[in-house]
């Protein structure tokens, strides 16, 4: 069963739209239905808060490492609660599955998703459990980078939002240990196909962002 749950992103207010903060959409609209507020808690690098669900214990986590240091975060919190790997859920946007589309899985390769990267290297195993909310792909690899980082067209954060409602009603089978009931509930969903972007939705790419350890990418 699911004990901790992880909305990943980056903090700050200029990230705070930007579809590489899905997961912590996510976090947030799980917060307002569990009527909790998530605090910074130092100790585990990130906004956390702590409630009780049909006499379980949930925890729920939004990372303040910046995306590739994302692990540190989990790591401290599920090495001092004794959480396992596979009692844990990562929320993450996923280039490889269309806005309005989620998909649960469990382990796997990170894909170059420097916040699983990271994940993965600091608990020493892939084998957690992932929530992917779709925000699609550029088309050009060159482009992943400016494009996580960039606000969804309006249609997409519509879909997106709406995936991030119809995967939540799968959260009593989540923290029960339901996870085909779950499955079936999140990938069986018909999202409405969102309309492909205008030219009139891109704007200038961004600065790349620095390489080195901290970063939002």
């Known amino acids: 069963m699911i004990k901790l749950i992880v909305g990943l992103g980056n903090p700050g207010p200029e990230y705070e739209a930007t579809r590489h903060n899905a997961g912590f959409w996510w976090i947030d609209a799980l917060a307002r239905a569990l009527k909790v507020q998530p605090a910074m808690e130092r100790s585990y690098h990130g906004l956390l808060a702590r ?21 540190k975060s989990v790591a401290a919190l599920a090495r001092f609660f004794k959480i396992a790997p596979n009692e844990i859920l990562v929320v993450h946007d996923e280039l490889d599955v269309a806005p309005g589309e ?18 993965h290297a600091q608990l020493g195993t892939d084998s957690y459990w992932r929530l992917r909310l779709g925000v699609g792909h550029p088309g050009d690899r060159s482009e992943v980078v400016n494009w996580v980082l960039k606000k969804p067209s309006l249609d997409h954060r519509i879909a997106i939002d709406q995936a991030i409602d119809r995967s939540l009603k799968a959260l009593p089978h989540l923290l029960a240990g339901e996870m085909d009931r779950a499955t079936m509930l999140i990938h069986t969903s018909k999202p409405p196909r969102p309309k492909l972007p205008r030219p009139a939705d891109s704007v200038p790419p961004q600065t790349k962002p620095a390489s080195d350890a901290e970063g939002p990418a």
């Open 51 to 71: 409630t009780v669900v049909n006499g379980q214990t949930l925890w729920l986590l939004q990372p303040q490492t910046f995306m590739n240091l994302s692990g």
């Open 102 to 119: 989620a998909k649960l899985k469990l382990g796997g390769s990170h894909a170059g998703h420097n916040g699983l990267r990271d994940i």
